[in-house]
Every structure is written in C-alpha cells, then in structure tokens.
C-alpha cells in the first residue's frame, strides 16, 4: 500500500490496515465483536517507522 498512496496518508493506512486488525484480533467475534468500533485516527510517526525497519521484505 506504501507504494499506491503519499507519504502524508502512510500513517493513517497502517492504522486503517493494520492497527485495527490486530485489534480483532484480541476481540472475541473480531470485526463482528460489538466491542469493535471503526474509528480513525492518526498513528504515531514511531509506529510506522518501526514497521518499516522491522519488515522482511522489499518496500520499494
């Protein structure tokens, strides 16, 4: 997704893709649970920039 999008909304996709996957993860019922609630928000700029240097694959 890095590659389809700007720089400026990288922070708002992981939270979109990936914060909030992993937080059904945790919830019975997941994305099903009623404790899930779709929001948005800004993920902080050391999220992202740990999920680059942590990845294993190619980001370019």
Partial sequence: MKAWYPEPVHRL?????V??????????????????EQK??????????LCYRNFPGDLQ
């Fill in 13 to 17: 996709t992981l939270q979109e893709v």
């Fill in 19 to 36: 914060g909030q996957t992993g937080l059904c993860w945790y919830l019975e019922g997941g994305f099903d649970s009623p404790d899930f």
């Fill in 40 to 49: 948005t928000f800004l993920a902080p700029s050391r999220w992202a920039d």
